[in-house]
């Protein structure tokens, strides 16, 4: 079955320190894996988007990596900033079949003061 | 270039009414995807729309459906509408498929009492 599941589900951190949240997938045959920011209210923003054979992708302070063989993916923030307080969500495109873009659920950040 | 619009952005429907929603992509992009977002099921596809043409298609009933006019504007319907329907309904577009970056509307608010 695919599968898009990302951890933790909410975290808290201070302005100025890093995180990392983590999306693994069980989505078969892989296209490409997308980091999306949503704000609440809003609609989700492109952060990265990464196919097969790349491992880093770098968007100001995102670094989204892929791990095509553990089929895992993270997305690290630096510096956080009060902006940076949103949900993050992880999808994953499959080539073919019915399911062509499997969401998970979404890491919801809180950056506070 | 403006956004891609959304309307209405809030809406308030009965069970067994019918509802549309409209989506005018960015100038320029000829694919329209539809997604549904809940709090406990996150994201999921729909459909994806492009030159007139369903080209893709998410695991939906058949009460949900879409169309897409030759100016690129999408409209999605659902009928008979259910308690369950009641979600934030984002669409996204590009300029030639879903393959590339989408760039989400801010989504229609729609309940259903």
């Known amino acids: 079955k695919n599968q898009v599941e990302q951890s933790p589900q909410s975290l808290i951190i201070l302005e100025g320190k890093n995180c990392t949240l983590q999306?693994?997938?069980?989505?078969?045959?892989?296209?490409?894996l997308r980091w999306y920011k949503q704000d609440t209210g809003r609609g989700p923003v492109s952060l990265t988007i990464?196919?097969?054979?790349?491992n880093t992708k770098s968007n100001g302070r995102y670094t989204a990596t892929l791990d095509a063989d553990t089929k895992q993916s993270s997305l690290h923030i630096t510096a956080s900033q009060l902006s940076d307080s949103a949900s993050y969500i992880c999808?994953?495109?499959?080539?073919?079949?019915?399911?062509?873009?499997?969401f998970g659920t979404g890491t919801r950040l809180k950056v506070l003061a | 270039k403006a956004g891609v619009t959304q309307t209405p952005r809030y809406l308030i429907k009965t069970r067994g009414q019918q509802v549309t929603l409209s989506c005018s992509p960015i100038?320029?992009?000829?694919?329209v995807s539809w997604y549904q977002q809940t709090p406990g099921q996150g994201l999921q596809f729909l459909f994806e729309?492009?030159?007139?043409?369903?080209?893709n298609k998410g695991n939906f009933p058949g009460r949900f459906s879409g169309r897409q006019f030759s100016n690129s504007r999408s409209e999605m319907n659902v009928s008979t509408l259910e308690l369950g329907d009641s979600a934030l309904y984002l669409c996204?577009?590009?300029?030639?498929?879903?393959?590339?970056?989408?760039?989400f509307g801010p989504g229609t608010r729609l309940t259903v009492l």
């Open positions: 999306c693994n997938y069980t989505v078969s045959p892989f296209s490409n």
């Open positions: 990464m196919t097969f054979s790349e």
């Open positions: 996204a577009t590009a300029e030639q498929g879903a393959e590339n970056e989408q760039f």
């Open positions: 999808v994953v495109s499959a080539t073919s079949g019915t399911y062509k873009y499997i």
């Open positions: 100038s320029g992009h000829r694919s």
């Open positions: 729309y492009f030159s007139e043409t369903q080209r």
